[in-house]
């Protein structure tokens, strides 16, 4: 939970910040291109998050495996013999 934590302060903190400081009129010289840069690497977050539940809590990481459509099967192959 940690690394989720904190993972989301360094990520939407620069939106954040930027966010304020248009907010309280400061005069930021960043531009449209500079909002959107910040608001993407929040949506970084949201890209990255699933993965580390996936990769982190053995519950979800089974439910996931489970539903992978590319598992092994746990039955062996039928041969078939020519008579």
């Given at each position: 939970m940690i690394l989720v934590s904190m993972l989301f302060v360094i990520t939407w903190t620069p939106s954040f910040t930027l966010s304020f400081l248009m907010n309280i009129?400061?005069?930021?010289?960043?531009?449209e291109t500079?909002?959107?840069?910040?608001?993407?690497?929040?949506?970084?977050?949201?890209?990255?998050?699933?993965?580390?539940?996936?990769?982190?809590?053995?519950?979800?990481?089974?439910?996931?495996?489970?539903l992978a459509p590319c598992r092994q099967t746990t039955t062996p192959p039928v041969s078939f013999q020519m008579t």
């Open positions: 009129h400061a005069r930021v010289a960043v531009g500079g909002f959107y840069a910040t608001v993407l690497v929040g949506y970084l977050y949201i890209v990255t998050n699933p993965f580390i539940y996936a990769a982190n809590f053995d519950p979800i990481y089974h439910v996931l495996l489970g």
